[in-house]
């Protein structure tokens, strides 16, 4: 039996298109060279010409200015309200993104293909339904569903607009598929829910406030994770893989970064 992995994680890098400007993050490299200081500073006195190699400096490293949201990440429910599983009748505090069940975080994929709704539409729990009927999946409690929509190239192809591109779904949808026992879904998009240009427009016609957030806002009943800013969810099939997602455990935390994988078993 032979192993594939495919990766489902953007590379974070600076001058990436992947956040509005006053949420990109900032990568400063440092070269061996640069520090030469640290060395110093454990080995004073030293001539360094006799390390392996000789004296070339220190170390190679990075300094980064980022949010928990930078890059491709996990939500935690504490990102979308103070409270969580309000629809059971016992609501509590929402969980921070250290105090997530691991058993979340490696299980069965399934891949929904949004890709050619249009920008801004927020997928309804019809949509889900078909989709899953036209790949012939029944959810399964933990599966971990992720979705492909436009945004998906605009991300690969660097498209300045890519925060503004993609499907979103909305909170009829993301109820679907946590009342049936997902907990961990993605997308490929800037944010679960629709751009926010979109649902701006929607709000200001309709008056309708519970428009904003809506998707993510479903975490207030049904506490659940999800990923944003996936990448290449076009190389994977609607079925038959794996995916491990596992975020970093920062204390507190509305979120976590991962380098989310595809697992397959040939």
Not at 114 to 136: C, P, S, Y
Not at 184 to 200: C, I, L, N
Not at 224 to 243: Q, V
Request: aromatic content about 10%; proline content about 5%; hydrophobic content about 40%.
């Amino acid at each position: 039996m032979t192993r594939r992995f495919v990766d489902l994680s953007m590379t974070l890098e600076n001058e990436i298109v992947s956040d509005p400007p006053f949420l990109k993050p900032h990568i400063e490299y440092e070269v061996h060279d640069d520090t030469r200081k640290e060395l110093e500073f454990f080995f004073s006195g030293v001539d360094y010409g006799g390390m392996i190699g000789g004296d070339v400096g220190f170390c190679a490293a990075e300094r980064v200015t980022l949010t928990t949201h930078s890059g491709t990440h996990v939500d935690a429910p504490w990102h979308y309200h103070p409270q969580q599983d309000s629809k059971s009748g016992n609501s509590r505090p929402a969980m921070t993104i250290d105090e997530m069940p691991l058993e979340w975080f490696f299980q069965r994929g399934v891949k929904l293909d949004f890709r050619h709704m249009e920008d801004g539409t927020v997928a309804t729990a019809a949509d889900v339904e078909a989709e899953l009927k036209r790949i012939g999946h029944e959810l399964a409690p933990l599966d971990i569903v992720v979705v492909n929509t436009a945004a998906g190239m605009a991300l690969a192809n660097r498209d300045p607009e890519y925060v503004s591109r993609g499907a979103g779904m909305g909170y009829e949808a993301t109820m679907y598929l946590l009342e049936r026992g997902v907990r961990v879904t993605g997308t490929d998009a800037w944010s679960w829910d629709a751009p926010f240009v979109y649902t701006a427009k929607k709000v200001v016609e309709t008056g309708d406030a519970s428009l904003i957030w809506e998707g993510h806002r479903a975490g207030a009943d049904i506490g659940y994770c999800h990923i944003e800013k996936l990448h290449n969810l076009e190389a994977i099939p609607s079925t038959g893989f794996m995916i491990s997602c596992f975020p970093h455990k920062i204390k507190g935390a509305s979120a976590g970064w991962t380098r989310a994988v595809a697992i397959f078993e040939d």
